[in-house]
């Protein structure tokens, strides 16, 4: 499985406070948006995106920190959107409804982990850490 451009971070916001303490050989390894030295509009860790989400499980619990990459992620749509109104439903208001459905679903590309052709560790678009104490 190749390298992805389009890895990311996935962080729930309370984790954002933790990552300044990190460091590899004294080096940080968080470098927060607008920072002198990185100069990204965006944060990052380990050179890669990081966007909080309230969908990150809160911080110490297993999603709280996700890597993901995100061309390796489908959507697919079934048909077109579908739109609908009427003046019926609240007629005694003077008040015309609408209602408008798409119907959608998304998934890995990947069922479950992979062994690359030539070694003997999986690789897997999306992980996540263990619950932490």
Known sequence: ????????????QDVESQLYTMTLANQP?????????????????????VVPIEHCETLGTQNDIV???LGQYVMIDKGAPESASSMHVKFAEDEH????????????????AVTPA????????????????
Not at 38 to 47: E, N
Request: hydrophobic share 40%; net charge positive; proline share 7%.
């Open 67 to 69: 890597l993901a990459a």
């Open 29 to 49: 390894m968080y470098w927060p948006a607008g920072s002198l030295s990185q100069g990204a509009p965006v944060s990052r860790l380990m050179g890669q995106p």
């Open 97 to 112: 409804c609408f209602r408008m459905v798409y119907r959608c679903d998304g998934d890995s590309l990947f069922s479950s």
């Open 1 to 12: 499985m190749r390298s992805d451009p389009n890895t990311v971070w996935l962080i729930n």
């Open 118 to 133: 030539k070694g003997s560790s999986t690789v897997s678009p999306f992980i996540s850490l263990a619950v932490r104490s």
